[in-house]
């Protein structure tokens, strides 16, 4: 079994960043397949990045470029660091860790408006 904890959602006005962290458990988290994905009312989730245990990393069309994804093995923490916001960037931001299966987090709200 896999605890994923999501954190550092917010409300941010357009043009503005956040980073978003989450924690998996496990000795083994370096082996995990990383992904953080969205979902906004009315929508159906969907991939925003991911990253593989070696750290290629990739990103849905939308983000690419003022999106990045990351990894610290040490911490077993994935990050999603968020420039340029955009209002549609409002979401609930899910993680996920793969091993067997998928495991996921609570999700953190981010929200972007003036």
């Known amino acids: 079994q896999v605890q994923v904890l999501e954190s550092g959602g917010g409300l941010v006005q357009p043009g503005g960043s956040l980073r978003l962290s989450c924690i998996a458990s496990?000795?083994?988290?370096?082996?995990?397949?990383m992904a953080w994905y969205r979902q906004a009312p009315g929508k159906q989730r969907g991939l925003v990045a991911a990253i593989t245990s070696g750290g290629s990393t990739s990103y849905a069309d939308s983000v690419k470029g003022r999106f990045t994804i990351s990894r610290d093995n040490a911490k077993n923490t994935v990050y999603l660091q968020m420039n340029s916001l955009k209002p549609d960037d409002t979401a609930v931001y899910y993680c996920s860790a793969r091993t067997e299966r998928d495991y996921w987090g609570q999700g953190t709200q981010v929200t972007v408006s003036s």
């Open positions: 496990g000795d083994i988290f370096r082996n995990y397949f």
